[in-house]
Protein backbone atom coordinates (compact mmCIF):
# COMPACT_ATOMS: atom_id res chain seq x y z
CA UNK A 1 0.00 0.00 0.00
CA UNK A 2 2.82 2.18 1.15
CA UNK A 3 4.99 1.36 -2.17
CA UNK A 4 1.41 2.63 -3.92
CA UNK A 5 1.37 5.58 -2.51
CA UNK A 6 5.05 6.59 -2.56
CA UNK A 7 4.46 5.69 -6.53
CA UNK A 8 1.41 8.52 -6.43
CA UNK A 9 3.59 11.24 -4.70
CA UNK A 10 7.10 11.02 -6.04
CA UNK A 11 8.04 12.36 -9.41
CA UNK A 12 7.25 10.24 -12.01
CA UNK A 13 9.64 11.64 -15.22
CA UNK A 14 12.92 12.97 -15.08
CA UNK A 15 13.98 16.46 -15.56
CA UNK A 16 16.53 16.36 -17.88
CA UNK A 17 13.99 13.88 -20.08
CA UNK A 18 10.50 15.60 -19.94
CA UNK A 19 11.59 19.29 -18.67
CA UNK A 20 7.70 20.76 -18.64
CA UNK A 21 6.32 17.89 -17.39
CA UNK A 22 8.53 17.33 -14.36
CA UNK A 23 8.23 20.98 -13.44
CA UNK A 24 4.53 20.41 -13.27
CA UNK A 25 4.61 17.38 -11.44
CA UNK A 26 6.92 18.99 -9.04
CA UNK A 27 5.24 22.40 -8.70
CA UNK A 28 1.80 20.07 -7.63
CA UNK A 29 3.58 17.26 -5.82
CA UNK A 30 5.72 19.17 -3.87
CA UNK A 31 2.90 21.18 -2.22
CA UNK A 32 3.45 24.44 -3.67
CA UNK A 33 -0.11 25.03 -5.85
CA UNK A 34 -2.64 23.43 -7.68
CA UNK A 35 -4.99 24.35 -10.82
CA UNK A 36 -8.00 26.35 -9.70
CA UNK A 37 -11.51 25.44 -11.19
CA UNK A 38 -11.20 28.28 -13.30
CA UNK A 39 -8.81 28.46 -16.62
CA UNK A 40 -5.86 30.23 -16.78
CA UNK A 41 -6.24 30.63 -12.37
CA UNK A 42 -4.01 28.84 -9.88
CA UNK A 43 -4.08 28.22 -6.21
CA UNK A 44 -1.04 28.92 -4.27
CA UNK A 45 -0.78 26.30 -1.46
CA UNK A 46 0.36 26.88 2.13
CA UNK A 47 4.35 26.06 1.56
CA UNK A 48 4.24 28.06 -1.58
CA UNK A 49 2.24 30.44 -0.26
CA UNK A 50 5.23 30.93 3.10
CA UNK A 51 8.21 31.40 0.77
CA UNK A 52 6.26 33.80 -1.13
CA UNK A 53 6.55 35.45 2.81
CA UNK A 54 9.69 34.77 2.88
CA UNK A 55 10.68 37.08 -0.45
CA UNK A 56 8.69 39.40 0.44
CA UNK A 57 9.82 39.66 4.36
CA UNK A 58 13.51 40.36 2.92
CA UNK A 59 12.41 42.72 0.11
CA UNK A 60 10.16 45.14 2.45
CA UNK A 61 12.61 45.63 4.70
CA UNK A 62 14.97 46.26 1.93
CA UNK A 63 12.92 49.49 0.56
CA UNK A 64 12.28 50.16 4.15
CA UNK A 65 15.30 50.85 4.47
CA UNK A 66 15.74 54.04 1.47
CA UNK A 67 11.87 55.44 3.04
CA UNK A 68 9.75 53.39 1.18
CA UNK A 69 6.22 52.58 2.25
CA UNK A 70 3.25 50.86 1.67
CA UNK A 71 -0.07 51.10 0.57
CA UNK A 72 -3.15 49.89 -1.59
CA UNK A 73 -4.48 50.99 -4.73
CA UNK A 74 -8.17 49.92 -6.17
CA UNK A 75 -8.33 46.91 -8.19
CA UNK A 76 -10.53 48.01 -10.81
CA UNK A 77 -9.47 50.92 -12.99
CA UNK A 78 -11.76 53.43 -14.84
CA UNK A 79 -11.48 52.38 -19.06
CA UNK A 80 -10.73 56.31 -19.34
CA UNK A 81 -7.48 56.29 -17.16
CA UNK A 82 -5.93 53.89 -19.19
CA UNK A 83 -6.65 56.06 -22.72
CA UNK A 84 -4.52 58.72 -21.10
CA UNK A 85 -1.32 57.31 -21.79
CA UNK A 86 -1.58 55.80 -25.01
CA UNK A 87 1.69 53.66 -25.14
CA UNK A 88 0.80 52.13 -21.91
CA UNK A 89 -2.84 51.28 -23.11
CA UNK A 90 -1.55 50.12 -26.48
CA UNK A 91 0.56 47.60 -24.59
CA UNK A 92 -1.61 46.17 -22.14
CA UNK A 93 -5.35 46.55 -23.78
CA UNK A 94 -5.16 42.43 -25.21
CA UNK A 95 -4.49 41.47 -22.04
CA UNK A 96 -7.09 43.45 -19.65
CA UNK A 97 -10.19 41.86 -18.31
CA UNK A 98 -12.99 44.11 -18.45
CA UNK A 99 -16.36 44.47 -15.92
CA UNK A 100 -19.12 45.64 -17.83
CA UNK A 101 -21.79 45.03 -15.26
CA UNK A 102 -22.37 45.27 -11.91
CA UNK A 103 -25.22 43.11 -10.63
CA UNK A 104 -28.15 43.55 -12.91
CA UNK A 105 -26.95 47.38 -13.99
CA UNK A 106 -25.16 48.19 -16.95
CA UNK A 107 -22.04 50.17 -16.39
CA UNK A 108 -21.89 53.76 -17.84
CA UNK A 109 -18.11 53.01 -18.36
CA UNK A 110 -15.98 49.89 -18.64
CA UNK A 111 -13.51 49.00 -15.50
CA UNK A 112 -10.41 46.92 -15.86
CA UNK A 113 -9.31 44.64 -13.35
CA UNK A 114 -5.99 45.63 -12.25
CA UNK A 115 -3.18 44.47 -15.14
CA UNK A 116 -0.91 47.08 -13.54
CA UNK A 117 -1.28 50.09 -11.23
CA UNK A 118 0.55 52.87 -12.81
CA UNK A 119 -2.92 54.67 -13.92
CA UNK A 120 -5.01 54.28 -10.94
CA UNK A 121 -2.28 55.30 -8.73
CA UNK A 122 -1.22 58.23 -10.89
CA UNK A 123 -4.92 59.92 -10.72
CA UNK A 124 -4.27 59.63 -6.38
CA UNK A 125 -0.66 61.29 -7.40
CA UNK A 126 -1.98 64.43 -9.10
CA UNK A 127 -4.11 64.99 -6.36
CA UNK A 128 -1.35 64.49 -3.56
CA UNK A 129 1.53 66.33 -4.88
CA UNK A 130 2.19 70.07 -5.10
CA UNK A 131 5.15 71.13 -4.16
CA UNK A 132 9.10 70.28 -3.80
CA UNK A 133 8.51 69.18 -0.41
CA UNK A 134 6.38 66.51 -1.34
CA UNK A 135 8.70 64.90 -3.08
CA UNK A 136 10.32 62.38 -3.58
CA UNK A 137 6.98 59.99 -3.11
CA UNK A 138 7.94 56.43 -2.28
CA UNK A 139 5.22 54.26 -2.73
CA UNK A 140 5.11 49.89 -2.96
CA UNK A 141 1.94 47.62 -3.23
CA UNK A 142 1.69 44.12 -2.27
CA UNK A 143 -0.96 43.10 -4.26
CA UNK A 144 -2.33 41.08 -7.22
CA UNK A 145 -2.96 41.51 -10.83
CA UNK A 146 -5.00 40.08 -13.88
CA UNK A 147 -3.98 39.41 -17.20
CA UNK A 148 -5.70 37.61 -19.85
CA UNK A 149 -3.26 35.23 -21.28
CA UNK A 150 -3.79 33.70 -24.41
CA UNK A 151 -0.68 31.64 -24.19
CA UNK A 152 -0.24 28.23 -22.58
CA UNK A 153 -0.52 28.86 -19.02
CA UNK A 154 1.94 27.18 -16.75
CA UNK A 155 1.83 27.41 -12.59
CA UNK A 156 3.88 30.22 -11.40
CA UNK A 157 5.15 31.69 -14.53
CA UNK A 158 2.39 32.47 -16.35
CA UNK A 159 -1.30 32.57 -15.04
CA UNK A 160 -4.21 34.97 -15.37
CA UNK A 161 -3.73 36.53 -12.06
CA UNK A 162 -0.60 36.68 -9.70
CA UNK A 163 0.97 37.78 -6.79
CA UNK A 164 3.77 41.00 -7.25
CA UNK A 165 4.65 43.77 -5.97
CA UNK A 166 4.70 47.36 -7.35
CA UNK A 167 6.83 50.00 -6.25
CA UNK A 168 5.49 53.82 -7.62
CA UNK A 169 8.12 56.66 -7.22
CA UNK A 170 8.05 60.10 -7.90
CA UNK A 171 11.11 62.41 -7.92
CA UNK A 172 11.91 66.21 -8.74
CA UNK A 173 14.94 65.43 -11.16
CA UNK A 174 15.83 62.68 -13.95
CA UNK A 175 18.68 62.31 -12.24
CA UNK A 176 16.83 61.15 -8.90
CA UNK A 177 14.89 58.43 -11.36
CA UNK A 178 17.48 56.92 -12.69
CA UNK A 179 19.37 56.61 -9.04
CA UNK A 180 16.13 55.09 -8.02
CA UNK A 181 15.76 52.77 -10.62
CA UNK A 182 19.33 51.12 -10.04
CA UNK A 183 18.98 51.40 -6.04
CA UNK A 184 15.62 49.08 -6.38
CA UNK A 185 18.00 46.80 -9.09
CA UNK A 186 20.65 46.40 -6.72
CA UNK A 187 18.18 45.47 -4.11
CA UNK A 188 16.52 42.62 -6.24
CA UNK A 189 20.06 41.42 -7.57
CA UNK A 190 20.90 40.81 -4.08
CA UNK A 191 17.58 39.03 -3.36
CA UNK A 192 17.89 36.84 -6.23
CA UNK A 193 21.47 35.88 -5.56
CA UNK A 194 21.75 35.64 -1.87
CA UNK A 195 18.01 33.99 -1.33
CA UNK A 196 17.19 32.36 -4.15
CA UNK A 197 20.65 31.14 -5.17
CA UNK A 198 20.04 32.27 -8.74
CA UNK A 199 22.75 34.05 -10.91
CA UNK A 200 21.59 37.02 -12.89
CA UNK A 201 22.26 39.23 -15.87
CA UNK A 202 21.36 42.76 -15.76
CA UNK A 203 20.95 45.27 -18.19
CA UNK A 204 18.56 47.65 -20.36
CA UNK A 205 15.56 46.56 -22.44
CA UNK A 206 15.74 47.14 -26.17
CA UNK A 207 12.56 49.65 -26.82
CA UNK A 208 10.64 46.82 -28.19
CA UNK A 209 10.66 44.88 -25.03
CA UNK A 210 10.77 47.73 -22.44
CA UNK A 211 7.71 48.75 -20.67
CA UNK A 212 4.84 50.30 -22.96
CA UNK A 213 5.33 53.29 -21.68
CA UNK A 214 8.54 54.02 -19.88
CA UNK A 215 11.60 55.93 -20.82
CA UNK A 216 13.44 52.92 -20.72
CA UNK A 217 13.48 49.54 -18.66
CA UNK A 218 16.08 47.72 -16.85
CA UNK A 219 16.16 43.92 -16.22
CA UNK A 220 17.43 41.12 -14.55
CA UNK A 221 17.95 37.45 -16.85
CA UNK A 222 18.20 34.10 -15.35
CA UNK A 223 18.78 31.07 -17.18
CA UNK A 224 16.87 27.94 -16.31
CA UNK A 225 18.06 24.30 -16.47
CA UNK A 226 16.32 23.63 -19.92
CA UNK A 227 18.43 26.61 -21.54
CA UNK A 228 15.74 29.01 -21.44
CA UNK A 229 15.72 32.19 -20.18
CA UNK A 230 13.65 33.94 -17.63
CA UNK A 231 12.65 37.78 -16.78
CA UNK A 232 13.09 37.83 -13.15
CA UNK A 233 12.44 41.63 -12.55
CA UNK A 234 12.36 44.57 -13.84
CA UNK A 235 12.94 48.28 -12.52
CA UNK A 236 11.54 51.22 -14.81
CA UNK A 237 12.45 54.77 -15.29
CA UNK A 238 9.02 55.94 -17.15
CA UNK A 239 10.11 59.64 -17.59
CA UNK A 240 7.83 62.01 -17.59
CA UNK A 241 5.26 60.02 -19.84
CA UNK A 242 2.76 59.51 -17.29
CA UNK A 243 3.16 63.02 -15.20
CA UNK A 244 2.53 64.85 -18.04
CA UNK A 245 -0.66 62.85 -18.96
CA UNK A 246 -2.26 62.38 -15.15
CA UNK A 247 -1.19 66.32 -14.76
CA UNK A 248 1.42 65.14 -11.59
CA UNK A 249 3.06 68.66 -11.47
CA UNK A 250 5.19 70.36 -8.61
CA UNK A 251 5.85 73.56 -7.40
CA UNK A 252 9.73 73.92 -7.08
CA UNK A 253 12.39 75.68 -4.91
CA UNK A 254 12.69 78.47 -7.90
CA UNK A 255 8.75 78.93 -7.76
CA UNK A 256 8.68 77.26 -11.44
CA UNK A 257 5.80 74.60 -12.11
CA UNK A 258 7.40 71.13 -13.38
CA UNK A 259 6.09 67.52 -14.16
CA UNK A 260 7.83 64.86 -11.60
CA UNK A 261 10.18 62.30 -12.79
CA UNK A 262 8.37 58.57 -12.25
CA UNK A 263 9.74 55.20 -11.60
CA UNK A 264 7.81 51.47 -11.47
CA UNK A 265 9.53 48.22 -10.87
CA UNK A 266 7.96 45.06 -9.45
CA UNK A 267 8.83 41.31 -8.86
CA UNK A 268 5.74 38.31 -8.61
CA UNK A 269 5.48 34.79 -7.99
CA UNK A 270 7.26 33.76 -10.64
CA UNK A 271 10.47 33.87 -8.79
CA UNK A 272 8.82 30.90 -6.99
CA UNK A 273 8.61 28.94 -10.55
CA UNK A 274 12.36 29.71 -11.42
CA UNK A 275 13.30 28.49 -8.17
CA UNK A 276 11.93 25.41 -9.00
CA UNK A 277 13.69 25.15 -12.23
CA UNK A 278 16.94 26.07 -11.40
CA UNK A 279 17.50 23.77 -8.50
CA UNK A 280 14.91 21.41 -8.35
CA UNK A 281 15.95 16.93 -9.33
CA UNK A 282 14.14 14.35 -9.71
CA UNK A 283 13.31 13.67 -6.15
CA UNK A 284 11.82 16.58 -6.26
CA UNK A 285 11.75 20.34 -4.70
CA UNK A 286 15.38 21.52 -3.40
CA UNK A 287 14.85 24.94 -1.85
CA UNK A 288 17.74 27.29 -0.46
CA UNK A 289 17.77 27.70 2.95
CA UNK A 290 17.29 31.24 3.13
CA UNK A 291 13.35 30.79 1.81
CA UNK A 292 12.56 27.29 3.02
CA UNK A 293 9.91 27.16 5.35
CA UNK A 294 11.17 24.37 6.83
CA UNK A 295 14.92 24.55 7.32
CA UNK A 296 15.27 21.13 9.11
CA UNK A 297 12.62 18.13 9.56
CA UNK A 298 13.63 15.44 12.46
CA UNK A 299 12.44 12.24 11.62
CA UNK A 300 12.35 9.45 14.52
CA UNK A 301 13.49 6.13 13.63
CA UNK A 302 10.44 3.86 15.95
CA UNK A 303 10.79 0.33 17.17
CA UNK A 304 7.85 -0.02 19.36
CA UNK A 305 10.68 -1.05 22.67
CA UNK A 306 12.72 2.33 22.00
CA UNK A 307 9.53 4.42 20.82
CA UNK A 308 9.17 6.83 23.97
CA UNK A 309 12.57 7.28 24.11
CA UNK A 310 13.12 8.42 20.61
CA UNK A 311 10.65 10.53 20.84
CA UNK A 312 11.66 12.13 23.85
CA UNK A 313 15.62 12.99 22.42
CA UNK A 314 14.00 13.93 18.98
CA UNK A 315 11.54 16.88 20.68
CA UNK A 316 14.69 17.60 22.74
CA UNK A 317 16.47 18.49 19.66
CA UNK A 318 13.66 20.28 17.92
CA UNK A 319 13.32 22.47 20.92
CA UNK A 320 16.75 23.30 21.02
CA UNK A 321 17.62 23.75 17.31
CA UNK A 322 13.52 25.73 17.11
CA UNK A 323 15.38 29.27 18.54
CA UNK A 324 17.42 29.55 15.74
CA UNK A 325 16.18 27.66 12.62
CA UNK A 326 12.88 26.65 11.35
CA UNK A 327 12.46 23.13 12.49
CA UNK A 328 10.08 20.53 11.98
CA UNK A 329 9.61 17.10 14.18
CA UNK A 330 7.61 14.78 11.86
CA UNK A 331 5.86 12.37 14.68
CA UNK A 332 2.78 11.37 12.42
CA UNK A 333 1.81 7.85 13.40
CA UNK A 334 1.27 5.32 10.44
CA UNK A 335 4.18 5.96 8.24
CA UNK A 336 7.31 4.30 7.94
CA UNK A 337 10.31 6.59 8.42
CA UNK A 338 10.87 5.85 4.68
CA UNK A 339 7.86 7.16 3.51
CA UNK A 340 8.83 10.65 5.51
CA UNK A 341 12.24 10.84 4.00
CA UNK A 342 11.09 10.66 0.32
CA UNK A 343 8.12 13.32 1.26
CA UNK A 344 10.12 15.78 2.86
CA UNK A 345 12.43 15.29 0.11
CA UNK A 346 10.19 16.08 -2.39
CA UNK A 347 9.40 19.59 -0.60
CA UNK A 348 12.51 20.42 -0.64
CA UNK A 349 13.64 20.61 2.73
CA UNK A 350 17.20 21.50 3.27
CA UNK A 351 18.80 19.06 5.97
CA UNK A 352 16.80 15.95 6.91
CA UNK A 353 17.97 14.95 10.77
CA UNK A 354 17.17 11.21 11.55
CA UNK A 355 17.19 9.85 15.29
CA UNK A 356 17.43 5.84 15.76
CA UNK A 357 17.35 3.83 19.17
CA UNK A 358 21.28 4.24 18.79
CA UNK A 359 21.66 7.36 18.12
CA UNK A 360 20.09 7.73 21.39
CA UNK A 361 22.12 5.53 22.68
CA UNK A 362 25.43 7.15 22.10
CA UNK A 363 23.52 11.08 22.25
CA UNK A 364 23.93 11.44 18.09
CA UNK A 365 21.38 12.33 15.04
CA UNK A 366 22.41 11.30 11.19
CA UNK A 367 22.43 14.73 9.20
CA UNK A 368 21.28 14.37 5.55
CA UNK A 369 21.66 17.04 3.18
CA UNK A 370 18.66 17.37 0.68
CA UNK A 371 21.50 19.12 -1.84
CA UNK A 372 23.78 16.32 -2.43
CA UNK A 373 22.14 13.66 -0.02
CA UNK A 374 25.29 13.73 2.16
CA UNK A 375 25.15 11.77 5.46
CA UNK A 376 27.02 13.06 9.03
CA UNK A 377 26.89 11.45 12.08
CA UNK A 378 26.85 14.53 14.82
CA UNK A 379 27.22 14.44 18.51
CA UNK A 380 23.95 16.32 20.05
CA UNK A 381 26.13 18.93 21.38
CA UNK A 382 27.43 20.18 18.10
CA UNK A 383 24.48 19.64 16.22
CA UNK A 384 23.27 23.81 16.62
CA UNK A 385 26.50 24.88 14.95
CA UNK A 386 26.68 21.77 12.13
CA UNK A 387 23.09 23.03 11.27
CA UNK A 388 24.29 26.44 10.83
CA UNK A 389 27.22 25.52 8.43
CA UNK A 390 25.34 23.32 6.48
CA UNK A 391 22.65 25.06 5.99
CA UNK A 392 25.58 28.21 4.47
CA UNK A 393 27.01 25.52 2.90
CA UNK A 394 23.42 24.47 0.43
CA UNK A 395 22.63 27.69 -0.04
CA UNK A 396 26.43 28.39 -1.17
CA UNK A 397 26.49 25.26 -3.32
CA UNK A 398 22.85 25.77 -4.92
CA UNK A 399 24.29 29.52 -6.09
CA UNK A 400 27.59 28.27 -7.73
CA UNK A 401 25.88 24.97 -9.06
CA UNK A 402 23.88 28.04 -11.03
CA UNK A 403 26.48 29.87 -11.75
CA UNK A 404 28.14 26.92 -13.97
CA UNK A 405 25.39 26.55 -15.66
CA UNK A 406 25.10 29.86 -16.74
CA UNK A 407 28.83 30.35 -17.51
CA UNK A 408 29.29 26.70 -19.79
CA UNK A 409 25.75 27.61 -21.57
CA UNK A 410 26.59 31.24 -22.44
CA UNK A 411 27.87 31.38 -25.65
CA UNK A 412 29.22 34.08 -28.34
CA UNK A 413 28.31 34.30 -31.91
CA UNK A 414 29.31 35.86 -34.83
CA UNK A 415 27.16 35.72 -37.48
CA UNK A 416 23.36 34.12 -38.14
CA UNK A 417 24.31 30.92 -38.89
CA UNK A 418 26.79 30.47 -36.36
CA UNK A 419 23.79 32.18 -34.20
CA UNK A 420 21.29 29.20 -35.04
CA UNK A 421 23.58 26.59 -34.46
CA UNK A 422 24.10 27.73 -30.82
CA UNK A 423 20.24 28.65 -29.76
CA UNK A 424 18.93 25.18 -31.14
CA UNK A 425 21.17 23.84 -27.75
CA UNK A 426 19.47 26.94 -25.84
CA UNK A 427 21.68 29.20 -23.30
CA UNK A 428 22.34 32.56 -23.67
CA UNK A 429 23.67 34.15 -26.94
CA UNK A 430 25.95 37.09 -26.57
CA UNK A 431 26.42 39.02 -30.58
CA UNK A 432 26.82 42.51 -31.62
CA UNK A 433 23.57 44.58 -32.93
CA UNK A 434 22.97 47.39 -35.15
CA UNK A 435 20.56 48.85 -32.67
CA UNK A 436 17.31 48.26 -35.33
CA UNK A 437 13.84 46.84 -34.75
CA UNK A 438 13.83 45.05 -37.88
CA UNK A 439 17.41 43.68 -37.27
CA UNK A 440 15.98 42.32 -33.49
CA UNK A 441 12.94 41.41 -34.99
CA UNK A 442 14.30 39.41 -37.73
CA UNK A 443 16.17 37.28 -35.53
CA UNK A 444 12.79 36.73 -33.30
CA UNK A 445 11.21 35.36 -36.22
CA UNK A 446 14.16 33.42 -37.91
CA UNK A 447 15.32 31.59 -34.25
CA UNK A 448 12.65 32.07 -31.55
CA UNK A 449 14.97 33.94 -29.52
CA UNK A 450 14.49 37.77 -28.25
CA UNK A 451 17.26 40.34 -26.89
CA UNK A 452 16.98 39.65 -23.22
CA UNK A 453 19.15 42.52 -22.46
CA UNK A 454 22.18 44.81 -23.22
CA UNK A 455 24.33 44.11 -20.09
CA UNK A 456 25.82 47.20 -18.46
CA UNK A 457 29.21 45.67 -18.15
CA UNK A 458 31.12 47.09 -20.99
CA UNK A 459 31.98 44.35 -23.08
CA UNK A 460 34.63 45.33 -25.55
CA UNK A 461 34.51 43.43 -29.04
CA UNK A 462 33.78 44.99 -32.43
CA UNK A 463 31.66 42.67 -34.91
CA UNK A 464 29.17 43.22 -36.98
CA UNK A 465 25.34 42.95 -36.52
CA UNK A 466 24.17 39.12 -36.23
CA UNK A 467 20.96 40.14 -38.50
CA UNK A 468 22.27 42.55 -41.34
CA UNK A 469 25.79 42.75 -41.24
CA UNK A 470 26.27 45.92 -40.75
CA UNK A 471 28.38 47.85 -37.92
CA UNK A 472 27.12 46.03 -34.56
CA UNK A 473 27.81 48.80 -32.08
CA UNK A 474 25.71 47.23 -29.61
CA UNK A 475 26.26 43.99 -27.82
CA UNK A 476 23.11 42.17 -26.34
CA UNK A 477 22.37 38.88 -24.89
CA UNK A 478 19.78 36.81 -27.19
CA UNK A 479 18.04 33.63 -25.68
CA UNK A 480 14.66 31.79 -25.92
CA UNK A 481 12.42 32.58 -23.04
CA UNK A 482 9.63 31.57 -20.73
Same mark, same amino acid.
Not at 116 to 123: A, F, L, P, V
Not at 190 to 214: C, D, N, Q, R, Y
Not at 269 to 284: E, F, N, S
Not at 285 to 304: G, R, T
Given at each position: ?????????????????????????????????????????????????????????????? +?? @??????????? #? $??? *??? &?? !? /????????????????????????????????????????????????????????????????????????????????????????????????????? +?? @??????????? #? $??? *??? &?? !? /????????????????????????????????????????????????????????????????????????????????????????????????????? +?? @???????????????????? !???????????????????????????????????????????????????????????????????????????????????????????????????????????????????????????? !??????????????????????????
Amino acid at each position: MESEEKTTLGITVKKNEDFSEWYNEVVLKGGLADFADLKGFMVIKPHGYAIWEKIQQHFDAE +IK @KLGHKNAYFPA #V $IPE *KFF &EK !E /KEHVDGFSPEVFWITEAGKEKLNEKLALRPTSETIIYDSYSRWIRSWRDLPVLINCWNSVFRSETKMTKLFLRTREFLWQEGHTCHATNEEADKEVMAILN +IY @KKLMEELLAIP #V $ITG *KKT &ES !E /KFAGALYTTTLEALMPDGRAIQMGTSHNLGQHFSKAFGIKFSDKDRQEKYVWQTSWGISTRLIGAVVMAHGDDKGLVLPPSIAPVQAVIIPIVFEKSKKAV +IN @KSEEVRDLLSTQFSVELDDR !EGYSAGFKFNEWELKGVPIRIEIGPKDVEKNQAVLVRRDTGEKEIVKLPEIGKKVKQTLEMVQKNLFEKSKKLLKENTHEASDLKQFKKLIENRGMIIANWCGDAKCEEQVKTDTGATIRCMPF !EKIDKKGKCIACGKDGHLRAYFARAY
